[in-house]
């Protein structure tokens, strides 16, 4: 399969398929807590038969057009992940996310993955709408969006239960006109 180099760091974005289901709860397991701290992903991937029924649903997702999964390698190890969450072509809108182990944190690895996704969203695929919804407590993410240029739309207030925890979520955009005109 491909693998799109993200610099000279040895970091790759590859597919995330179903047979890297061993692979993703070995990385899973390397940043649980770390990674559970914004997002419930390491809930789902409690163990390997929850790594592949999450893995085959973006399989599927992606065999209907409607999300997509991507993982980043550095140095040949899974470290992290980008997904089209939501893939809606006739409207044009898609959301995107991530997740990355504490060891890959602070490397630049979702900014430069995700400049390589947004130029395919807008370019190859004619999305007119990406959006980035993060936890308002996650700095690093929002971080991610303003180095993409987003634009913070909003907060959803204590809208999303988790760990028995009501959080904010702060919603973020960009669209193809903006990122087009940006030097990227």
């Known amino acids: 399969m491909y693998a799109i180099s993200l610099g000279e760091d040895g970091a ?6 179903v047979w890297h289901a061993a692979e993703l709860l070995a990385h899973m397991d390397r940043g649980r807590e770390f990674i559970g701290r914004h997002v419930g992903l ?25 999300g997509a999964l991507h993982g980043i390698w ?13 893939w809606d072509t006739p409207s044009g809108v898609c959301e995107a996310g991530c997740w990355l182990e504490p ?4 490397r ?9 996704l947004l130029d395919w969203a807008f370019g ?3 999305m007119h709408r990406v959006e980035w919804h993060v936890s308002s407590a996650n700095g690093p993410s929002i971080d991610v969006a303003r180095r993409l ?7 959803l207030r204590e809208n999303y239960p988790h760990r028995g925890v009501r ?7 960009v669209l193809a006109p903006e990122w087009r005109a940006a030097d990227h």
């Open 74 to 86: 550095l140095d040949g190890r899974l470290v992290g992940g980008l997904l089209f969450r939501v």
């Open 124 to 126: 190859e695929r004619g």
């Open 12 to 17: 790759e974005l590859r597919p995330l398929e």
């Open 42 to 66: 390491p809930d789902v991937v409690a163990d390997l038969d929850g790594a592949r029924a999450w893995l085959r649903s973006y399989a599927d997702k992606r065999a209907a057009d409607a």
């Open 167 to 173: 959080t904010s979520t702060e919603v973020w955009s």
């Open 108 to 116: 630049g690895l979702v900014t430069r993955g995700l400049r390589v």
């Open 149 to 155: 240029g987003m634009t913070r739309e909003g907060v």
């Open 103 to 106: 060891a890959a944190a602070g």
